[in-house]
T-cell receptor
């Protein structure tokens, strides 16, 4: 039972355009969401997060939107740059779970390819 | 700034062999964890620790042991390697015990093949 779903294994976007990566979740207890970015042969790195008390969080070119009623979040990258080519993981967590087995649940990832 | 250091980067084992994947962090983080990533899968939690002397199981703990004798080190032991343990392993740390609502710092991974 996949609680965090990233239904697009890959996404190709032209440089300078907007990239939109989507993530759906099924567990209504999730109330904190994160995006991680991963380059080949490297570990994931934290990108941006959002808690359920917000519906939008912005950090430079990256914006995450949360629609709690739809159990859906999206990551917008504007404008897309070649260095954004990577795998993006969506992750979700119940707030104050104490870590461990109740901790972060990751999606399978979306491979974003920015074409010149 | 070393961050989270994992060794080795690559390892090939025969079925039944044992080995230890090393993980060390120099950020004085209390929370450390091990994940595995399989093709087409997300990261799955193997074991975690909220501080020295304390460890617990994650989602997929079978076939692995951990210990946490110091804040800095969190080794992952494969007791008797099986082909199903072929995967990329990531160690991660966080400055807070309630690590689920805090960003994790990941090592660069260990690619393990079990023949």
């Amino acid at each position: 039972d996949q609680q965090v779903k990233q239904n697009s294994p890959s996404l190709s976007v032209q440089e300078g355009r907007i990239s939109i990566l989507n993530c759906d979740y099924t567990n209504s207890m999730f109330d904190y969401f994160l995006w991680y970015k991963k380059y080949p042969a490297e570990g994931p790195t934290f990108l941006i997060s959002i808690s359920s008390i917000k519906d939008k969080n912005e950090d430079g070119r990256f914006t995450v939107f949360l629609n709690k009623s739809a159990k859906h979040l999206s990551l917008h990258i504007v404008p897309s740059q070649p260095g954004d080519s990577a795998v993006y993981f969506c992750a979700a967590s119940p707030m104050y779970s104490g870590g461990g087995a109740d901790g972060l649940t990751f999606g399978k990832g979306t491979h974003l390819i920015i074409q010149p | 700034n070393a961050g989270v250091t994992q060794t080795p980067k690559f390892q090939v084992l025969k079925t039944g062999q044992s080995m230890t994947l090393q993980c060390a962090q120099d950020m004085n983080h209390e929370y450390m964890s091990w994940y595995r990533q399989d093709p087409g899968m997300g990261l799955r939690l193997i074991h975690y620790s909220v501080g020295a002397g304390i460890t617990d199981q994650g989602e997929v703990p079978n076939g692995y042991n951990v210990s946490r004798s110091t804040t800095e080190d969190f080794p992952l032991r494969l007791l008797s390697a099986a082909p199903s343990q072929t995967s990329v392993y990531f160690c991660a740390s966080s400055p807070q015990q309630a690590a689920t609502n805090e960003k994790l710092f990941f090592g660069s991974g260990t690619q393990l093949s079990v023949l």
